[in-house]
C-alpha cells in the first residue's frame, strides 16, 4: 500500500484555529496554503474541529474549489448535527469534490469545548453516541429504500437520502482515542485508526490490539500516525532547533498543564521515561506542554527522519500527518526534502515484501 501523506491547514499563523483572524477568515491563507501542500505532494489535508473557530466543511469546499487533486480530512463531531443531515451533508461534499474526502470523527475533546456547543454528555456516553451516530450514517449512505431507527440516542422515522457518497461505499472514517469506549467505537465502525507517535514497540502492541478488536466486526483495520519532523541539514543542528524551540514553548507556556485524555497521559507516561525513544521520537515537546495534542517528534536529517518513519510503515502504519512548528516553511521543507524518501522508502518495502510471498 503506498504510503500517504497528510497535512494540516487548519492553523493562521499566531496559532489561531481555523484561519481566524480577529473574526475574520483569511481566504488567501486558505487557498495559498492548500495548495502548497499540494504542490508539495501531500495526498490530504487535516481540517480540525474547534468549538469556536471556522466550520470546517465550508473551509475545505472553499479549499477544494482552488485545488485540483489534494483531499481533505475533515473533523466532525458526533452529536455537533443529527446524523441525518450529516450524512447529507457528507454525501453532497464528496459529489460536489469528486471523492476528495475523508472523515475524521471525534467523539469529543474536552468537558468545556462541548459544553461551549451545548453539549453535556459525559464523555463515555458521547462514545456510545458517536457509534449509534455513525450506524444511523452508515444505514443513510447505503440504504436503498427508507428506514426507522430507534437506539439510546436517536428516533429516526423514514430515514432516507437521495444523494449518496460518490466514494462507495462512503468515504473513509478515521477516529483516535486510547480509551475503552473510543476503541470500542473504533472498531465496529471506522476504517482508519489515527495515534500519536509513541516508542516502536509500544506501537507495534496498539497496532496488533486494534486489529484484534476490528477483526472481531469482520473489519480491517488501517492505521495513521501524526508526527512532527524537526528537520537539519545535519544531527546536531536538528537537535540544536528541537532544543530552541523547547525553550520558547517553556517560556509561553510555563508549568505544563494536566492531561486531558488517555491519550496525553500515554505521551506524558514516555516523556516521563524517558525524553528520545528510539533514536529519534523525542517527547520534549509533549512534556513541556500536556501533550494536548500532535506532540510527538521526530529530530534528525530528512534521511534520518524518513528511516524512521519508515520502521512505523513496517509495522503496518501506512499513512502519516506530518507537520511542523514554522509554516509555511516546515510545510515546503517536509514537501521537499522528506516526503519523497518516505513514499520512496515505502514502495521499496512493498516491492520487498510482494518479491518474499
Not at 513496517?314 to 521537499?336: Q, V, Y
Amino acid at each position: 500500500m503506498p504510503a500517504k501523506i497528510i497535512g494540516m491547514i487548519g492553523t493562521q499563523q499566531e496559532g489561531v484555529a481555523v484561519h481566524l483572524i480577529k473574526g475574520q477568515i483569511s481566504r488567501e491563507w486558505v487557498i495559498d496554503f492548500t495548495r502548497l501542500h499540494e504542490q508539495w505532494n501531500y495526498d490530504s489535508v487535516l481540517v480540525g474541529y474547534y468549538a469556536s473557530a471556522a466550520e470546517g466543511f465550508a473551509i475545505a469546499l472553499y479549499a477544494a474549489d482552488h485545488t485540483e487533486r489534494i483531499k481533505f480530512l475533515i473533523a466532525h463531531r458526533p452529536g455537533s448535527v443529527a446524523p441525518a443531515l450529516a450524512a447529507r451533508q457528507i454525501a453532497t461534499f464528496d459529489q460536489l469534490t469528486q471523492g476528495r474526502m475523508w472523515l475524521h470523527v471525534i467523539a469529543g475533546t474536552s468537558d468545556q469545548d462541548q459544553a461551549s456547543e451545548g453539549d453535556f454528555l459525559p464523555k463515555n456516553d458521547r462514545y456510545r453516541r458517536a457509534a449509534e451516530y455513525l450506524d444511523v450514517m452508515r444505514r443513510i449512505w447505503t440504504s436503498d429504500s427508507p428506514f426507522d431507527h430507534k437506539g439510546e440516542f436517536y428516533r429516526i422515522e423514514g430515514a432516507y437520502s437521495d444523494i449518496k457518497p460518490f466514494q462507495q461505499p462512503y468515504p473513509r472514517l478515521f477516529f483516535g482515542g486510547s480509551s475503552e469506549g473510543a476503541l470500542e467505537m473504533g472498531a465496529a465502525h471506522c476504517d482508519v485508526f489515527a495515534i500519536f507517535g509513541e516508542p516502536l514497540a509500544e506501537t507495534r502492541a496498539r497496532v496488533d490490539d486494534f486489529r484484534r478488536r476490528a477483526a472481531a466486526f469482520g473489519r480491517r483495520a488501517d492505521f495513521n500516525m501524526s508526527l512532527r519532523p524537526i528537520m537539519a541539514e545535519t544531527e546536531g543542528a536538528a537537535w540544536d532547533k528541537a532544543h530552541a524551540l523547547l525553550a520558547d514553548v517553556e517560556r509561553k507556556t510555563g508549568e505544563a498543564p494536566k492531561p486531558s485524555n488517555h491519550s496525553s497521559e500515554r505521551l506524558l507516561g514516555y516523556a516521563a521515561r524517558a525524553d528520545v525513544h528510539d533514536e529519534r521520537l523525542w517527547m520534549g515537546i509533549a512534556r513541556a506542554t500536556g501533550a494536548p495534542g500532535n506532540t510527538s517528534c521526530l529530530v534528525g536529517t530528512p534521511e534520518q527522519i524518513a528511516a524512521a518513519v519508515l520502521r512505523y510503515y513496517r509495522l503496518g502504519i501506512h499513512s502519516f500527518l506530518l507537520r511542523g512548528f514554522e509554516n509555511p516553511h516546515d510545510t515546503m521543507a517536509i514537501g521537499r526534502d522528506l516526503i519523497p524518501l518516505i513514499k520512496a522508502g515505502a514502495e521499496q518495502i512493498d516491492r520487498q515484501a510482494e518479491a518474499a510471498e
